[in-house]
């Protein structure tokens, strides 16, 4: 297939490696994140750590039969064990290295366990060893109930873009939501103002007017609270870049129903997110063969009422260091529609500055 990475390299931020639960204490596992293995351990006491993959003695992967010993992850090939602040505790002859682990920073929210990244950082442009530039939310008090997990040939920023292209909503899900309020951009949070009315199995028809936010490039987040049917909504979409053009997609959700009940998890709970997490993932599996075929273009054309797309990408550029908006062009200004008012921000374009990798 064609390379279609060139315009967008990986971004900036926290992304997603995986689910919580399923990473108890004393487990060892490896998620692909920026075109390199992520090693994920959890000591016995509890603590989660994110490691790059091979020992610094000779190279041997961690996550191809290392193990957890205490609060050590083991070597698989030559028994060196390392702490948690990734520094050598020891071997099977006493011997220590003076060496340590490549650490990442993880973060554990919502019920996800999200390692930060630089462009760019790492071996190949990927993931760094760069403090965080920025925290995570805290979390919306309620773990997902249902999940899902699939690969779309697309990259992260195209996947969020979508949580503000109304017109391809109505037109490819045919669904009818609107945009009630221009975005609000804060930082790494963009907050995304719509309203949409549709009909979740088991729920019945809905609408839902809430504020969907993004964090990153890497979590979009809606809670809802549904009135009419005294229920409530929270859905997680994690886009994780694996390698260039190729994110996993994780979806998540935690629903109510207006069903008394007793316990921490009811199974009404259980069976109402269930429901509406396939309502969700039908969009993505919509979605995924017009992503994996569109061309990402810096310069789009667009259309009256669109604004919220210039003002989005003009957004997602702090994630890119080491890139700098692309000047629009002779006679861009009029037909490309992003600066035709004051909510639609400058030029999308992206072009690499002189340190930029990826």
């Given at each position: 297939?064609?390379?279609?990475?060139?315009?967008?390299?990986?971004?900036?931020?926290?992304?997603?490696?995986?689910?919580?639960?399923?990473?108890?204490?004393?487990?060892?596992?490896?998620?692909?994140?920026?075109?390199?293995?992520?090693?994920?351990?959890?000591?016995?006491?509890?603590?989660?750590?994110?490691?790059?993959?091979?020992?610094?003695?000779l190279g041997a992967h961690f996550g191809a039969g290392g193990t957890v010993r205490g609060e050590d992850l083991v070597c698989?090939?030559?028994?060196?064990?390392?702490?948690?602040?990734?520094?050598?505790?020891?071997?099977?002859?006493?011997?220590?290295?003076?060496?340590?682990?490549?650490?990442?920073?993880?973060?554990?929210?919502d019920g996800a366990l999200f390692v930060w990244c630089v462009p760019g950082g790492g071996p190949g442009g990927g993931p760094g060893r760069r403090p965080p530039a920025w925290e995570l939310p805290p979390a919306v008090g309620v773990r997902p109930l249902a999940w899902w997990s699939g690969e779309v040939l697309s990259h992260p920023q195209e996947v969020m873009e979508n949580s503000v292209d109304f017109r391809h909503v109505r037109v490819l899900h045919?669904?009818?939501?609107?945009?009630?309020?221009?975005?609000?951009?804060?930082?790494?949070?963009?907050?995304?103002?719509?309203?949409?009315?549709t009909r979740f199995p088991g729920l019945g028809a809905v609408s839902l007017e809430q504020p969907v936010t993004l964090v990153g490039l890497g979590m979009m987040r809606l809670v809802a609270e549904l009135p009419q049917l005294g229920s409530s909504l929270r859905v997680w979409v994690l886009a994780t870049p694996v390698a260039p053009w190729r994110t996993r997609v994780r979806m998540a959700v935690t629903a109510t129903a207006p069903v008394p009940g007793v316990g921490a998890v009811r199974a009404v709970d259980r069976a109402a997110s269930w429901a509406a997490l396939r309502a969700s993932v039908r969009i993505i599996k919509q979605d995924r063969p017009v992503l994996a075929h569109k061309r990402y273009l810096a310069q789009p054309r667009l259309a009256p009422g669109e604004r919220s797309i210039g003002l989005f990408r003009h957004w997602a550029q702090q994630f890119y260091p080491g890139f700098h908006p692309e000047p629009a062009g002779p006679g861009r200004t009029g037909d490309t529609g992003l600066h035709?008012?004051?909510?639609?921000?400058?030029?999308?374009?992206?072009?690499p500055g002189p340190d930029a990798a990826g």
């Open positions: 297939m064609e390379d279609r990475s060139a315009p967008l390299p990986y971004p900036g931020g926290w992304f997603c490696v995986g689910r919580a639960r399923d990473l108890p204490p004393g487990r060892v596992r490896t998620a692909r994140l920026m075109g390199e293995d992520v090693v994920l351990y959890r000591t016995r006491r509890g603590a989660v750590r994110a490691v790059g993959p091979h020992c610094p003695h698989p090939f030559h028994g060196f064990a390392f702490g948690p602040d990734g520094s050598c505790t020891g071997s099977p002859d006493g011997v220590r290295l003076r060496a340590s682990l490549a650490r990442r920073h993880l973060c554990e929210r045919g669904l009818d939501t609107r945009e009630t309020a221009p975005p609000e951009p804060a930082g790494p949070l963009f907050t995304v103002h719509q309203r949409t009315t035709s008012g004051p909510h639609s921000g400058p030029p999308a374009g992206l072009r």
